[in-house]
């Protein structure tokens, strides 16, 4: 066999490398001019229009249903309710696996949270299945719903991050406390928050005997295949799914989601077609969202600002009836080394909808009290909180002993301080104004996201004319997944992107794996790179094996492939083309294969995160105490960069959500009837762009040979896990109130006016 590199430098050349160019989306102009085309927007010849009619409390059953009333509107065609749903093959309740969460599909009158879906109507336009709905009027037998945490007692889960232990320790805390000559002990709180992805989850569902078709959008189409192939008994194959784009994901579209599988349901029981999308309040349950969570942080310091201890001890919210348990104290296994640590989880039962993964799960909210905590360590110490940072970040991830895959965290800090101009800033608070009298504030936060891969498959061809097609179901949520996954492509082919067609968002095609955990790009584009190299290999040994070749005899130097060439070596004078390499074998196409299997040696010897460090500036108004963040700069290392324009994207669509994360973003539950109050885009807040402030992310060299061959981590989710500490950090420096509960408002800011 021989040695085969294609090649994947980021230099600019015009051919052979695609990897680092600044493209923009493809798919940018689809968008942008509105002709793409979203699951919902296709309709099959006789589709009907769903509509759920979802619980008005959060716990009890639901006593009567007038369907009667429902159906005898003109547009109605049939109402579902637990007592005529089509049977399914397997029980919504069950959970075969940690990565199944149990749905709600009527399967019996029980009411278990606020916007439950409790009855299906389907009629023949959506004005008439939203009227239908209203219809129904339920009237419920209603219990005392239990909302917060301090609802029920807590109790210990199985695991966190669905598989991880959820306590975790090394050395003595107590014993590092006590030794301590500093200590810090404090309480953060985060609220609830819903993913609110601009596109509602949707779905088309039309059968054909026992063969089904979906549109609907998914972060993890195999995985949804497979999903409902077991609830409706039917082999895998026979379900075709495709989700052309998403509008937004975040964590909430990862998995099948019960609203999905209503519809399904409805076009079985009316033997049509039927479109089903989820209205922007009734989001607010079904599908997922961040937990609250309470943290307390205990740290000790020696003399000389070294930890001593760190205590980081999680307590959040579940539902009654399933257990994902928000990861929080997962920051404090990898940032900062301490001779002692212990992270423990505590979940509480609520009478909510499942809580679920939402982009950066864990670490947004753990770094979010993390980062405050250490800031406040800082000034105990009397140091600047950078320096403390400094001093204290791990080179060894601390509980597994295992080291990074790489320090490039040392140069985050550096370069992002010089960049912000850090070394200005006043060691007290309460010591910058700006001409308009404003207090301003610096802070900084670390940032941190494990480099996650996961399994999957690509198939390539090159074909006789010298293009080359590649293949994988790989999620776009928008983030521009299949350009920088297209890259990728052409590169392992070596070929121009120009060349290659790249084919993604359909359950036919190879199984790109979750796009989550900020883990698409390498793992899908892993498989891509394997695949392509089979091509490759395949070729050349056709090549080097034929005397008629130019390359015949390369076996041992090996060949390169590059702008639709084989060259050889060492004398890449010496070259042929894939399409006279395939005519002469008398090949119409050549088609390779590849996975994203890991080095599982590397996985276990070293820890491999994604690092970076974030720093802020916010000014607040004296009088009202409202924060305004005026600048961001952040700096991340992820190894290698596959598309610099869509990193940066990244960077900000992260750093923005931090900013939400610290200001704006709360859901909030009233606690006598368990719903959300603010169920709605007017009153739960996102930022807006006045909200925005001049944002620069830096992208931080990192060769990391270790994580993927590429060298690929993820930049998806880490722009908010620094951006949350590095806001409440300065918003405390500009005025000397330490603010522990997220979001922070202008109310916590009330003693500004005593001061
Ligand atoms: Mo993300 S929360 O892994 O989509």
Same mark, same amino acid.
């Not at 107590?174 to 985060?190: F, H, P, V």
């Not at 998914?218 to 409706?232: C, D, K, N, P, T």
């Not at 194959?237 to 209503?262: A, C, D, M, Y």
């Given at each position: ?90 029980? /919504? ?36 299945? #939203? ?71 949707? $779905? ?13 959008? %998914? ?12 609830l409706f008994g039917l082999p895998p194959e026979n379900v075709h799914i495709r989700s052309p784009f998403l509008g937004g994901g975040f964590g909430s579209k990862g998995l099948l989601s019960g609203p999905q599988v209503l519809g399904i349901l409805a076009a079985r029981l009316v033997g049509k077609p039927v ?37 980081? =001890?999680?307590?959040?919210?579940? %539902? ?17 080394? %301490? /001779?002692?640590?212990? #992270? ?16 950066? /799960? ?35 991830? /601390? ?43 610096? @802070? ?23 293009? *080359? ?43 790109? *794996? $979750?796009?989550?955990? %900020? @883990? =698409? ?131 900000y669509g992260g750093m923005i959500w931090g900013v939400s994360f610290a200001l704006h973003e709360h859901a909030i539950t009233d606690k006598r009837s368990g719903r959300v109050m603010n169920a709605d885009l007017a009153e739960y807040h996102i930022p807006v762009n006045a909200d925005v402030p001049s944002l620069?992310?830096?992208? $931080? ?21 620094g951006t949350v500490g590095a806001i409440a950090n300065a918003v405390w420096h500009a005025t000397g109130i330490r603010v522990r509960r997220f979001p922070i408002a202008i109310e916590d800011l009330g003693a500004l006016h005593a001061a």
């Amino acid at each position: 066999m021989p040695d085969i590199t294609p090649i994947l430098g980021s230099t600019h050349l015009r051919h052979g490398s695609n990897t680092g160019q600044p493209l923009t989306r493809g798919d940018g102009l689809l968008k942008v001019t509105g002709s793409a085309r979203y699951a919902a927007d296709n309709h099959p010849a006789g589709m009907l229009y769903a509509v759920t009619a979802v619980a008005g409390i959060a716990r009890g059953r639901v006593a009567f249903l007038d369907i009667e009333a429902a159906k005898a509107h003109p547009g109605v065609v049939e109402v579902m309710t637990s007592a005529n749903r089509p049977l399914l093959a397997a029980d /919504p309740d069950a959970k075969t696996n940690p990565f199944m969460f149990r749905l709600d599909l009527l399967q019996s009158d029980r009411v278990r949270y606020a916007n439950q879906p409790i009855a299906v109507v389907i009629a023949d336009s959506l004005e008439a299945a #939203t009227e239908g709905a209203a219809l129904l009027a339920p009237r419920y037998e209603a219990e005392p719903a239990r909302i917060g945490l301090d609802a029920a007692e807590g109790f210990v889960p199985n695991a966190v991050r669905l598989v991880s232990p959820p306590n975790e320790h090394v050395g003595d805390v107590e014993a590092g406390l006590a030794s301590a000559s500093a200590t810090i002990d404090a309480t953060y709180e985060t609220p609830a928050q819903y993913h609110n992805a601009m596109e509602p989850h949707a $779905i088309v569902a039309s059968w054909d005997g026992d063969r089904l078709s979906i549109d609907t959008p %998914s972060q993890g189409i195999a995985i949804a295949q497979h999903r409902v192939a077991e609830l409706f008994g039917l082999p895998p194959e026979n379900v075709h799914i495709r989700s052309p784009f998403l509008g937004g994901g975040f964590g909430s579209k990862g998995l099948l989601s019960g609203p999905q599988v209503l519809g399904i349901l409805a076009a079985r029981l009316v033997g049509k077609p039927v479109k089903l999308v989820l209205r922007r309040d009734q989001m607010y349950g079904p599908v997922g969202h961040r937990s609250p969570t309470r943290q307390r942080l205990r740290l000790g310091m020696d003399r000389e600002g070294r930890l001593t201890a760190l205590d980081h =001890h999680v307590t959040t919210a579940t %539902s009654t009836f399933d257990d994902f348990i928000e990861p929080a104290g997962a920051a404090s296994h990898t940032l900062y080394a %301490s /001779p002692a640590i212990a #992270t423990s989880h505590l979940g509480v039962r609520n009478d909510i909808g499942t809580p679920l993964f939402m982009r950066a /799960p864990g670490e947004a909210s753990g770094s979010a009290a993390l980062e405050s905590a250490i800031d406040e360590a800082a000034w105990a110490c009397g140091m600047d909180p950078l320096e403390f940072r400094l001093r204290n970040y791990a080179e060894v991830e /601390p509980i597994s002993g295992k080291p990074f895959s790489s320090k490039a965290l040392r140069e985050c800090y550096s370069e992002g301080a010089s960049s912000f101009g850090w070394s200005a800033r006043p060691l007290q608070p309460r010591h910058m104004l700006d001409e308009d009298g404003f207090l301003v504030g610096w @802070g900084v936060g670390t940032a941190t996201f494990p480099a996650i891969m996961f399994q999957a498959e690509a198939r390539a061809v090159l074909r006789g004319d010298g293009t *080359g097609l590649v293949e994988t179901s790989a999620a776009d949520m928008g983030q521009g997944a299949w350009t920088a996954l297209a890259q990728l492509a052409a590169d392992s082919l070596g070929l121009d992107i120009a060349r290659v067609e790249f084919r993604a968002g359909s359950s036919d095609l190879p199984d790109a *794996g $979750i796009a989550g955990g %900020s @883990g =698409h790009t390498a793992t899908a584009g892993t498989a891509i790179h394997n695949a392509g190299g089979d091509v490759i290999s395949r070729l050349a040994e056709l090549a080097t094996g034929d005397e008629r070749s130019p390359l015949f005899g390369a076996g041992n130097a090996g060949v390169i492939a590059r702008a639709g060439r084989l060259h050889r070596r060492d004398d890449e004078s010496r070259s042929e083309a894939y399409a006279d390499i395939l005519a002469r074998a008398g090949l119409a196409e050549i088609e390779g294969n590849g996975t994203s299997a890991t080095d599982q040696a590397a996985r276990e010897a070293l820890a491999m995160h994604a690092h970076g460090a974030v720093f802020a500036e916010v000014k607040v108004d004296p009088d009202l105490g409202q924060v305004r963040v005026t600048r961001l700069v952040g700096a991340f290392a992820a190894g290698r960069v596959v598309n610099p324009r869509l990193v940066r994207s990244q960077y900000y669509g992260g750093m923005i959500w931090g900013v939400s994360f610290a200001l704006h973003e709360h859901a909030i539950t009233d606690k006598r009837s368990g719903r959300v109050m603010n169920a709605d885009l007017a009153e739960y807040h996102i930022p807006v762009n006045a909200d925005v402030p001049s944002l620069k992310a830096l992208l $931080i060299e990192e060769r990391d040979p270790h994580v993927n061959p590429l060298g690929i981590k993820g930049v998806g989710e880490i722009g908010i896990t620094g951006t949350v500490g590095a806001i409440a950090n300065a918003v405390w420096h500009a005025t000397g109130i330490r603010v522990r509960r997220f979001p922070i408002a202008i109310e916590d800011l009330g003693a500004l006016h005593a001061a």
